[in-house]
């Protein structure tokens, strides 16, 4: 028996085939992405400078120079968007932006609760934190 991060890769090697790291940085993720989606799979790397991702020599990896706030997203139907780091680069304006034109609801963590015991779950709690 392995552990659940074991499981979770094996389980995404089975169902990714088309995978987005956005923000691919120096690549890590999209040479990792690329060994998981196996030669059935794409990745498609994106980043505002690919300077630390040219001589990446695999043929499910794709590398475009891409500005998230500014261009579209690349054509497809993603079965895994990564990124991880992105948002401590974007200013908050910019951010607020791209997430409410991605259809993202800021305040859907304060309705989660309510939906959840809507659905018939129970003992749903939630506990707010900030960090200064």
């Known amino acids: 028996m392995g552990s659940r991060h074991e499981e979770g890769h094996r389980g995404a090697r089975h169902r990714t085939r088309l995978a987005l790291p956005v923000g691919a940085g ?10 998981v989606v196996g030669p059935g799979g794409e990745v498609v790397a994106t980043d505002v400078s690919t300077i630390h991702l040219d001589g990446f020599e695999r043929p499910n ?22 990124a991880r780091l ?30 959840l015991e809507r659905v018939g779950l129970a003992d749903v709690a939630a506990e707010g934190r900030l960090g200064v």
Not at 27 to 33: H, N, Q, T, Y
Not at 96 to 110: K, L, N, Q, W
């Open 86 to 115: 992105l948002v401590e680069h974007l200013g908050t304006d910019a951010l607020a932006g791209f997430m409410s034109r991605s259809g993202y609801d800021p305040y859907f963590g304060r309705k989660l609760v309510h939906e």
């Open 26 to 35: 120096a690549g890590s993720v999209a040479r990792w992405l690329a060994d």
């Open 61 to 82: 990896l794709e590398v475009r120079e891409h500005d998230i706030l500014v261009d579209p997203l690349p054509e497809g139907r993603f079965d895994l968007i990564h």
